[in-house]
Structure formats: structure tokens, C-alpha cells
């Protein structure tokens, strides 16, 4: 059973840090590229980072530079930590595949505010 849960979002300031996790199944995780995606209101889910299994990452140019992606693969455990957050980085962030996504989880919600 494909499984994906992602923890960690919060509210925080302009200018403060999270860190995301995401714990999968193996069955999904092992051997495969992955991603974390966000969904803010009115917006369509957008990528903003990518990793290949072995650990080559990319990222949305608006989040290069502040964001980090990361995985543990004896863990089927994938990270997003996250600097300098901006109130436009307010999302609910969900990891899936990176290519072909589908079942997605519940999210976790990062909001960027005073």
C-alpha cells in the first residue's frame, strides 16, 4: 500500500526555518526520484524540489538558495528544510514522486506570517 505522511509545517515569521519530513512506504520510495510539491490557496500544486535516488537535487528558482532537500534511504524518509521563509512560501507542502505522482497524503501546512 502506497503510504506518504508528511509532518513538520507550523506557523512561523518572515525570515524563520522548518523542517518537513516525509515518511513513505517502501514501496514507493526505494530506487525512485522524489519531490516535495505545495498548494496554496487558489493556486495550482506546484514542484519545488526534486531528488534523484542518489541524491542529485534541483529546485524552483524561487526557493533556490533557501530551501534544501534531502533523503534517508534506509529510512524511506525524505526532508525539506526550509530558510528565510517568505509569506509567499505559505503552502500545504506534500512529497510524492517525482515523476508520475498519485496518492497523494494529507499534507502539512507552512504559514508564513507576523
Known amino acids: 500500500q502506497v503510504q506518504l505522511v508528511e509532518s513538520g509545517g507550523g506557523l512561523v515569521q518572515p525570515g524563520g526555518s522548518l523542517r518537513l519530513s516525509c515518511a513513505a512506504s517502501?514501496?514507493?520510495?526505494?530506487?525512485?526520484?522524489m519531490a516535495w510539491y505545495r498548494q496554496a490557496p487558489e493556486n495550482q500544486r506546484e514542484l519545488v524540489a526534486a531528488?534523484?535516488?542518489?541524491?542529485?537535487?534541483s529546485y524552483v528558482d524561487s526557493v533556490k538558495g533557501r530551501f534544501t532537500i534531502s533523503r534517508d534511504n534506509a529510512k524511506n524518509t525524505l526532508y525539506l528544510q526550509m530558510h528565510s521563509l517568505k509569506p509567499e512560501d505559505t503552502a500545504v507542502y506534500y512529497c510524492?514522486?517525482?515523476?508520475?505522482?498519485?496518492?497523494w497524503g494529507q499534507g502539512t501546512q507552512v504559514t508564513v506570517s507576523l
Open positions: 510524492n514522486l517525482r515523476w508520475g505522482p498519485n496518492s
Open positions: 517502501r514501496s514507493i520510495f526505494s530506487g525512485r526520484s
Open positions: 531528488i534523484t535516488s542518489g541524491g542529485d537535487a
